[in-house]
């Protein structure tokens, strides 16, 4: 797993704790942002095929590179192609590659594919369910809504070649 992807998921981890922190939260049934292990090995599989772009990589090859189940794998695999994110060729010579090169493919583009976007809140990601019966006095929905929206911007402009190179710096508008 990249360097980067470490510090992404270690930094989205502490804006979390710091936000329960600040509001006195510590002990609340928060939801905590966290990835998915399709997401977290997809990202894997896909940072991987970026790093090999001159090659296909078998099903095989990526599971025993990343040390993931190979079954698994082929399912996260499917689900990429029938997304659109990876394309699949069969024979001695079939593999994996990007569908899409791999500034094309962002995080958020992963996530949406696969699940649903991680929410700092419940109720950020459910209208009809908050979650607690505090909705009508609710101090804190705004700002969770705002960093809510900046993971997802961090999400939408971190590419797979961030991922692949290791790039310590987010894209910028």
Do not use: W
């Not at 961090?154 to 961030?162: D, L, P, Q, V």
Request: charged share 25%.
């Amino acid at each position: 797993m990249s360097n980067y992807f470490h510090k992404l998921k270690y930094t989205i981890t502490i804006v979390v704790y710091i936000v329960r922190q600040l509001f006195g939260l510590a002990n609340c049934s928060f939801y905590m942002l966290k990835l998915s292990k399709k997401v977290e090995y997809s990202l894997l599989a896909l940072q991987l095929l970026a790093q090999n772009c001159d090659k296909k990589l078998s099903a095989k090859e990526i599971s025993e590179t990343l040390n993931i189940s190979f079954e698994f794998l082929s399912k996260l695999l499917q689900t990429l192609m029938k997304k659109g994110l990876v394309s699949s060729y069969q024979g001695i010579r079939g593999g994996y590659t990007l569908q899409k090169s791999a500034e094309e493919i962002s995080i958020a583009d992963v996530i949406n594919a696969l699940d649903d976007m991680p929410a700092v809140v419940d109720c950020l990601r459910d209208d009809d369910y908050c979650g607690c019966d505090r909705i009508e006095n609710c101090t804190i929905r705004l700002p969770m809504q705002k960093i809510q929206k900046e993971i997802d911007t961090m999400f939408s402009r971190t590419s797979i070649a961030h991922l692949a190179d290791n790039n310590e710096v987010l894209k910028k508008d």
